[in-house]
């Protein structure tokens, strides 16, 4: 279409767009940040709200504290999924400053039921929320080898 003539040209998503939609069909991720100066992961379970992301860790641990007021990574994968084409593989990464929030009720209700316990231990929710400042999105497609 002519975009003089009124009609807007279609745009692409943006990264930060499509890691959103990505992350949204799937519940689990690893967080990235650094403790005594050394990286760490630890996993945890997200959900987007309004661009941002929200997640889930067991407070038990204290991963929470490495990560409030840094800034940290957040990713997520799917490392193969089955297509007639052949195998799809994405990977997603957002960057952003980290905070502790308190969800609302309709954010705990997307979360779903959180774990009985961790490693032996009652699960303690801590709540953080990743404010993305960019983010990367991969994808790889490979034909199936016979």
């Known amino acids: 279409m002519d975009p003089s003539r009124g009609a807007q040209p279609e745009r692409m998503p943006t990264d930060e767009q499509r890691a959103a939609e990505l ?55 799917v490392p193969s999924a089955r297509t007639r084409s052949g195998s799809r593989s994405w990977s997603v990464q957002v960057v952003g400053e980290c905070a502790a929030v308190e969800p609302t009720a309709a954010e705990l209700d997307r979360f779903g039921p959180a774990p009985r316990s961790v490693d032996g231990v009652p699960f303690d929710p801590v709540y953080l929320r990743v404010e993305p400042q960019f983010a990367t999105v991969h994808s790889m497609i490979e034909t199936d080898c016979p």
């Open 23 to 77: 992350l949204g069909r799937v519940e689990h991720g690893r967080v990235a940040t650094t403790m005594r100066a050394l990286p760490f992961l630890a996993s945890a379970r997200h959900i987007v709200v309004d661009g941002r992301v929200l997640l889930r860790l067991h407070r038990g641990h204290g991963y929470h504290r490495a990560c409030v007021g840094g800034v940290v990574a957040y990713g997520a994968d």
